[in-house]
T-cell receptor, first 113, second 118 residues
Protein backbone atom coordinates (compact mmCIF):
# COMPACT_ATOMS: atom_id res chain seq x y z
CA UNK A 1 0.00 0.00 0.00
CA UNK A 2 0.82 3.66 -0.16
CA UNK A 3 3.18 5.08 2.45
CA UNK A 4 2.57 8.74 3.16
CA UNK A 5 4.66 10.94 5.38
CA UNK A 6 4.31 14.58 6.30
CA UNK A 7 6.90 16.99 7.59
CA UNK A 8 7.00 18.70 9.92
CA UNK A 9 4.62 17.08 12.40
CA UNK A 10 4.20 20.41 14.19
CA UNK A 11 4.78 23.91 12.90
CA UNK A 12 4.54 27.16 14.78
CA UNK A 13 4.70 30.47 12.91
CA UNK A 14 4.04 34.10 13.67
CA UNK A 15 0.96 35.70 12.19
CA UNK A 16 1.75 37.00 8.73
CA UNK A 17 4.57 34.54 8.10
CA UNK A 18 4.44 31.75 5.53
CA UNK A 19 4.05 28.05 6.31
CA UNK A 20 5.12 25.11 4.20
CA UNK A 21 4.17 21.48 4.78
CA UNK A 22 5.68 18.68 2.71
CA UNK A 23 4.07 15.36 1.87
CA UNK A 24 6.06 12.40 0.56
CA UNK A 25 4.33 9.39 -0.96
CA UNK A 26 5.48 6.04 -2.26
CA UNK A 27 3.06 4.98 -5.00
CA UNK A 28 4.23 6.39 -8.33
CA UNK A 29 0.74 5.72 -9.76
CA UNK A 30 -0.77 8.41 -7.53
CA UNK A 31 -2.31 11.09 -9.70
CA UNK A 32 -4.55 13.16 -7.43
CA UNK A 33 -3.15 15.18 -4.55
CA UNK A 34 -5.50 16.92 -2.10
CA UNK A 35 -4.82 18.77 1.12
CA UNK A 36 -7.33 18.76 3.95
CA UNK A 37 -7.66 21.03 6.98
CA UNK A 38 -9.13 19.60 10.16
CA UNK A 39 -10.17 21.78 13.03
CA UNK A 40 -10.58 20.30 16.50
CA UNK A 41 -13.64 18.08 16.74
CA UNK A 42 -14.60 18.48 13.09
CA UNK A 43 -14.29 16.52 9.88
CA UNK A 44 -11.58 17.30 7.33
CA UNK A 45 -12.24 20.09 4.86
CA UNK A 46 -10.75 20.07 1.38
CA UNK A 47 -8.74 23.25 0.93
CA UNK A 48 -6.86 22.65 -2.30
CA UNK A 49 -6.07 19.83 -4.69
CA UNK A 50 -3.92 19.24 -7.72
CA UNK A 51 -3.80 16.65 -10.44
CA UNK A 52 -0.71 15.02 -11.87
CA UNK A 53 -0.79 16.96 -15.12
CA UNK A 54 -0.23 20.24 -13.27
CA UNK A 55 2.84 21.33 -11.33
CA UNK A 56 1.38 24.12 -9.25
CA UNK A 57 -2.00 25.50 -8.26
CA UNK A 58 -2.84 28.60 -6.27
CA UNK A 59 -5.99 29.78 -4.55
CA UNK A 60 -5.58 33.12 -2.80
CA UNK A 61 -3.23 32.52 0.17
CA UNK A 62 -2.95 28.79 -0.42
CA UNK A 63 -0.87 26.99 -3.03
CA UNK A 64 0.15 23.42 -3.75
CA UNK A 65 3.22 22.35 -5.69
CA UNK A 66 3.85 18.88 -7.05
CA UNK A 67 7.08 17.08 -7.88
CA UNK A 68 6.05 13.76 -9.37
CA UNK A 69 9.60 12.67 -10.09
CA UNK A 70 10.56 13.00 -6.44
CA UNK A 71 7.11 11.87 -5.29
CA UNK A 72 6.28 14.74 -3.03
CA UNK A 73 3.91 17.67 -2.94
CA UNK A 74 3.76 20.66 -0.65
CA UNK A 75 1.19 22.99 0.84
CA UNK A 76 2.12 26.65 1.01
CA UNK A 77 0.17 29.13 3.12
CA UNK A 78 1.14 32.78 2.91
CA UNK A 79 0.18 35.64 5.23
CA UNK A 80 -0.90 33.19 7.89
CA UNK A 81 -3.74 34.11 10.22
CA UNK A 82 -4.81 32.66 13.59
CA UNK A 83 -7.75 30.92 11.92
CA UNK A 84 -5.26 28.91 9.87
CA UNK A 85 -4.35 27.04 13.08
CA UNK A 86 -5.46 23.43 12.57
CA UNK A 87 -4.19 20.00 11.61
CA UNK A 88 -3.40 19.62 7.92
CA UNK A 89 -3.44 16.28 6.12
CA UNK A 90 -2.27 15.31 2.68
CA UNK A 91 -4.02 12.35 1.05
CA UNK A 92 -2.54 11.21 -2.28
CA UNK A 93 -4.75 9.00 -4.38
CA UNK A 94 -4.65 6.71 -7.36
CA UNK A 95 -7.86 7.51 -9.23
CA UNK A 96 -9.87 4.52 -10.34
CA UNK A 97 -9.68 1.17 -8.61
CA UNK A 98 -11.57 2.34 -5.55
CA UNK A 99 -10.39 5.95 -5.31
CA UNK A 100 -9.15 5.41 -1.79
CA UNK A 101 -7.38 8.21 -0.01
CA UNK A 102 -4.35 7.39 2.13
CA UNK A 103 -3.99 10.08 4.73
CA UNK A 104 -0.64 11.40 5.82
CA UNK A 105 0.44 11.59 9.42
CA UNK A 106 -0.80 15.15 9.82
CA UNK A 107 0.81 18.49 10.65
CA UNK A 108 -0.34 20.62 13.56
CA UNK A 109 -0.03 24.24 12.49
CA UNK A 110 -0.16 26.93 15.14
CA UNK A 111 -0.25 30.57 14.12
CA UNK A 112 0.76 32.80 16.98
CA UNK A 113 -0.19 36.44 17.40
CA UNK B 1 -22.49 22.77 -2.55
CA UNK B 2 -20.95 19.36 -1.74
CA UNK B 3 -22.24 19.12 1.80
CA UNK B 4 -22.12 15.90 3.78
CA UNK B 5 -23.95 15.49 7.06
CA UNK B 6 -23.69 12.91 9.82
CA UNK B 7 -26.08 11.97 12.55
CA UNK B 8 -25.73 11.84 15.44
CA UNK B 9 -22.82 14.17 16.11
CA UNK B 10 -22.04 12.37 19.34
CA UNK B 11 -23.34 9.33 21.15
CA UNK B 12 -22.71 7.66 24.48
CA UNK B 13 -23.78 4.07 24.89
CA UNK B 14 -23.35 1.13 27.22
CA UNK B 15 -21.03 -1.73 26.39
CA UNK B 16 -22.79 -4.43 24.39
CA UNK B 17 -25.30 -2.18 22.66
CA UNK B 18 -25.39 -1.31 18.97
CA UNK B 19 -25.07 2.18 17.55
CA UNK B 20 -26.11 3.39 14.09
CA UNK B 21 -24.47 6.37 12.41
CA UNK B 22 -25.95 7.98 9.31
CA UNK B 23 -24.05 9.73 6.55
CA UNK B 24 -25.92 11.80 3.97
CA UNK B 25 -24.83 13.73 0.90
CA UNK B 26 -27.19 16.71 0.94
CA UNK B 27 -26.78 18.28 -2.49
CA UNK B 28 -25.17 15.66 -4.67
CA UNK B 29 -25.40 11.99 -5.44
CA UNK B 30 -22.75 9.60 -4.25
CA UNK B 31 -22.49 6.03 -5.47
CA UNK B 32 -19.48 5.63 -3.21
CA UNK B 33 -19.07 6.67 0.40
CA UNK B 34 -16.20 5.94 2.72
CA UNK B 35 -16.04 5.36 6.46
CA UNK B 36 -13.03 6.37 8.52
CA UNK B 37 -12.06 6.09 12.15
CA UNK B 38 -9.81 8.54 13.92
CA UNK B 39 -8.29 8.12 17.37
CA UNK B 40 -7.08 11.17 19.33
CA UNK B 41 -4.08 12.91 17.80
CA UNK B 42 -3.89 10.36 15.00
CA UNK B 43 -4.61 10.35 11.32
CA UNK B 44 -7.75 9.07 9.62
CA UNK B 45 -7.82 5.36 8.93
CA UNK B 46 -10.09 4.02 6.22
CA UNK B 47 -12.41 1.32 7.51
CA UNK B 48 -14.53 0.50 4.49
CA UNK B 49 -15.82 1.64 1.14
CA UNK B 50 -19.59 1.75 0.83
CA UNK B 51 -21.08 1.20 -2.60
CA UNK B 52 -24.72 1.94 -3.38
CA UNK B 53 -26.68 -1.21 -4.00
CA UNK B 54 -23.83 -3.62 -3.27
CA UNK B 55 -21.79 -4.96 -0.40
CA UNK B 56 -19.22 -2.79 1.28
CA UNK B 57 -15.52 -3.42 0.88
CA UNK B 58 -13.66 -3.58 4.16
CA UNK B 59 -10.03 -2.76 4.80
CA UNK B 60 -7.75 -5.40 6.20
CA UNK B 61 -8.24 -5.86 9.91
CA UNK B 62 -11.74 -4.35 10.04
CA UNK B 63 -14.40 -6.84 11.16
CA UNK B 64 -17.31 -6.69 8.74
CA UNK B 65 -19.66 -8.40 11.21
CA UNK B 66 -18.91 -5.78 13.82
CA UNK B 67 -19.12 -2.73 11.57
CA UNK B 68 -22.19 -3.20 9.40
CA UNK B 69 -22.51 -0.87 6.44
CA UNK B 70 -25.59 -0.27 4.35
CA UNK B 71 -25.73 2.05 1.35
CA UNK B 72 -29.37 1.91 0.34
CA UNK B 73 -29.57 5.07 -1.74
CA UNK B 74 -27.38 7.51 -3.62
CA UNK B 75 -27.48 9.92 -0.68
CA UNK B 76 -27.41 7.74 2.42
CA UNK B 77 -24.97 5.29 3.96
CA UNK B 78 -25.19 3.92 7.48
CA UNK B 79 -22.57 2.41 9.78
CA UNK B 80 -23.75 0.22 12.64
CA UNK B 81 -21.30 -0.63 15.38
CA UNK B 82 -22.63 -3.87 16.81
CA UNK B 83 -22.02 -4.98 20.37
CA UNK B 84 -19.92 -1.92 21.04
CA UNK B 85 -17.07 -2.10 23.54
CA UNK B 86 -14.95 0.65 25.10
CA UNK B 87 -12.18 0.07 22.55
CA UNK B 88 -14.65 1.08 19.81
CA UNK B 89 -14.79 4.57 21.27
CA UNK B 90 -13.50 6.85 18.56
CA UNK B 91 -14.33 9.61 16.09
CA UNK B 92 -16.10 8.14 13.05
CA UNK B 93 -16.08 10.19 9.88
CA UNK B 94 -17.72 9.52 6.54
CA UNK B 95 -16.96 10.97 3.14
CA UNK B 96 -18.79 10.94 -0.16
CA UNK B 97 -17.44 11.10 -3.68
CA UNK B 98 -19.10 13.63 -5.96
CA UNK B 99 -19.79 11.91 -9.27
CA UNK B 100 -20.14 15.19 -11.07
CA UNK B 101 -16.98 16.78 -9.73
CA UNK B 102 -14.08 16.82 -12.15
CA UNK B 103 -12.66 13.35 -12.43
CA UNK B 104 -15.00 12.20 -9.69
CA UNK B 105 -12.17 11.70 -7.26
CA UNK B 106 -12.92 14.54 -4.86
CA UNK B 107 -14.17 13.38 -1.47
CA UNK B 108 -16.19 15.59 0.82
CA UNK B 109 -16.24 14.79 4.50
CA UNK B 110 -18.94 14.84 7.10
CA UNK B 111 -18.52 16.58 10.47
CA UNK B 112 -17.86 13.30 12.27
CA UNK B 113 -19.56 11.33 15.03
CA UNK B 114 -17.91 10.93 18.37
CA UNK B 115 -18.72 7.58 19.98
CA UNK B 116 -18.09 6.88 23.64
CA UNK B 117 -18.75 3.38 24.89
CA UNK B 118 -18.97 3.01 28.66
Amino acid sequence: GENVEQHPSTLSVQEGDSAVIKCTYSDSASNYFPWYKQELGKGPQLIIDIRSNVGEKKDQRIAVTLNKTAKHFSLHITETQPEDSAVYFCAPQVTGGGNKLTFGTGTQLKVEL
Amino acid sequence: GAVVSQHPSWVICKSGTSVKIECRSLDFQATTMFWYRQFPKQSLMLMATSNEGSKATYEQGVEKDKFLINHASLTLSTLTVTSAHPEDSSFYICSARDLAGGWGETQYFGPGTRLLVL
